[in-house]
């Protein structure tokens, strides 16, 4: 049984697992053409998503030749008009048999208003118009507009294929064969088939093929393709991986956490994949101009070509020369450079936003992100590490080191997030502490016997509850009190560490113009008061429950105005409907939720917040260069198309206002695939 793919999707089912276990060939999964061939929407009719491309510069140079050719010839040797179109047939046919077919099949299928069909046209008139009284040979350049039509063609394919292949590049992250272990033995197998819970190997140089966490080895490994993060990340038992990363040193032994498809590698061919599907704003216009804009075209050039001649009192006099300004009108009329550059502009951003580990999920996304006016973050996990540490010891009448001594102790064997914050401060357990009797108050500490005294950890109701005389601290975090025979011993501060950095990333948002950044957090008032303070925010809400967050979104989306959009950003599966509500959801996604990840319209695979600046300069990089082909194309068109009706545009400035500016214009656009 062959694998069967599904283009763009790479769903496995039964069938296709079965196939793998037998080792069948599974080159399908890495010679999908991303492309997705489809019709232009552009209202031109015309195909611009190229599948097998032909190679177009054998066909192009052949044709000079011939052209060359039948200059000379015509020049040399005195001929008729029937043997001079003779002599230039073989180099127009050469350059363009393929337009004259598309031409061909979209008047049978009823699709006329197409750019090889307005090419045909014009060329073939500009062939016969010298056969029209009055009307003076146009052979040569009949071909040399085909010619570089073809030209053109050529850039347009080399633009776009440089474009897919910086987002199809990504399929390599996902391996198609995984090496499971089993009774000791390594079976490759194809990773659909592996399954939670199963044991893969890697070896160095290999690819980690789904989610997991390492259970024995030690290693580095190259985290370039899912991050965009150059430098290796260490890596020991028990430390979590992801599918997509390369193993550079050490064999590793990883345990699966995650079925294939719901894997980091899946997951993200999965969002870029998809990318295409929402249309910006720009490339919507795109899509209306251009049919409304191309039928107007061909009318007005119809009427250029039989108005003027007829009102001219002479039909046969004035005709060619009305006819060769309606060609030259129907040349420069096809709005491909708007309808191909626009969206590979946007295209192109996304593929450099992937190669940063950014993945944005449609260009609509991409083009509000580039409008963004107000940030609005998540605390645990966006700002902060979402992992408690020990701030400050403050004692009363005894040594710091010997207060956490004690208060690590006797929270040695709790699970509380804070037990663990005291565990990492005082990791060692070799001395000479005796603890017995050991008592957990629920919602107030831990009372036990050290070395036959009484110590009790805890919050305000514990140290009420044994008589000991305790004050508040006026740093923000989480105060645990220590009292040693109902004395009271002094106090320990423990809050959620902010993120390295993360000052400089807000500031450097600031620095893009966003005009207001904003705290959303469920924990106590002076906890996110201290985070705002220290990281320079403009405002904070705190203790907030989820639907609470979304109240304070809807509040402040009634602020934004409409040319502006309100960003969120979140890593909790609570975040998701907040993420779902703001203008753009950006999830952190490497640790994020999968519902997190699965309502953001953004995702940063490396969960640093500097990646949302450049997540905002990149698309307002897009957005600029896709607005300067709109403008750009637009002018010299409508330039070229007023002297082409006033007879003052030659048929190659015609050949330039097509297929110059779409080179131009498709050039330009290549320009957003540039990562600094």
Known sequence: MSCSCHAGHHNHDEGTQSCCEHNHDHDCM????????????????????????????PRILASAILLAVAVILTKLVEMPLPLQLLAYLPAYLVAGYDVLHEAGESLIER???????????????????????????????????????????????????????????????????????????IHEVHPARVHPGDTLIVRPGERVALDGVVVDGTSSLDTVALTGESVPRGIV??????????????????????????????RILDLVESASRGKSTSERFITRFARVYTPIVVGAAFVVAFVPPLLSGNFSANFATWLLRALTFLIVSCPCALV?????????????????????KGSNYLEALAQADTIVFDKTGTLTRGVFKVRVVHPENINPDELLHLAAHVERHSTHPIAAALREAYPNEKDDCVISNIQERAGEGIIAQVNNQTVAVGNNKLMDEVGAHWHECSLGGTTIHVAIDGTYAGHLVISDEVKPHAAHDLAALRKLGVRKTIMLSGDRADVAATVAKELGLDDYHANLLPDQKVVQVEELLTTTSDEKTLVFVGDGINDAPVLARADVGIAMGAMGSDAAIEAADVVLMDDSLSSIAQAI???????????????????????????????????????????????????NASRTLQVK
């Not at 991986?241 to 079925?259: D, P, Y």
């Not at 709109?630 to 545009?649: C, H, P, S, Y």
């Open 30 to 57: 890495h010679d999908h053409d991303h492309n997705h061939a489809h019709e232009c929407c552009c209202g031109c009719g015309h195909d611009h998503s190229h599948g097998e491309e032909e190679n177009k510069i």
């Open 111 to 185: 699709k006329p208003f197409n750019e090889s069909l307005l090419m045909a046209i014009a060329t073939i008139g500009a062939l016969l118009i010298g056969f029209i009284p009055g009307g003076s040979p146009e052979f040569a350049e009949a071909v040399f507009v085909m010619l570089f039509f073809q030209v053109g063609e050529a850039f347009e394919d080399a633009a776009q294929g440089k474009s897919r292949n910086a987002v199809s590049a990504l399929v390599d992250i996902r391996p198609d064969v995984a090496n499971l272990l089993v009774d000791g033995e």
């Open 237 to 266: 038992a028990g430390d979590s991986v992801l599918s997509g990363c390369v193993n550079l040193s050490g064999v590793l032994h990883i345990r699966v956490t995650k079925e294939f498809d719901e894997s980091t590698a899946s």
């Open 340 to 360: 191909v550059s626009v969206p590979l502009s946007f295209f192109g951003g996304i593929g450099a936003a992937s190669k940063k580990g950014v993945l944005i």
């Open 617 to 667: 300069e990149l698309s307002r990089r897009t957005v600029r260069i896709a607005r300067q082909n709109i403008v750009f194309a637009i002018a010299i068109k409508l330039l070229i198309l007023n002297l082409a009706t006033l007879g003052l545009a030659p048929i190659w400035l015609a050949v330039f206002g097509d297929v110059g500016v779409m080179v131009l214009c498709v050039l």
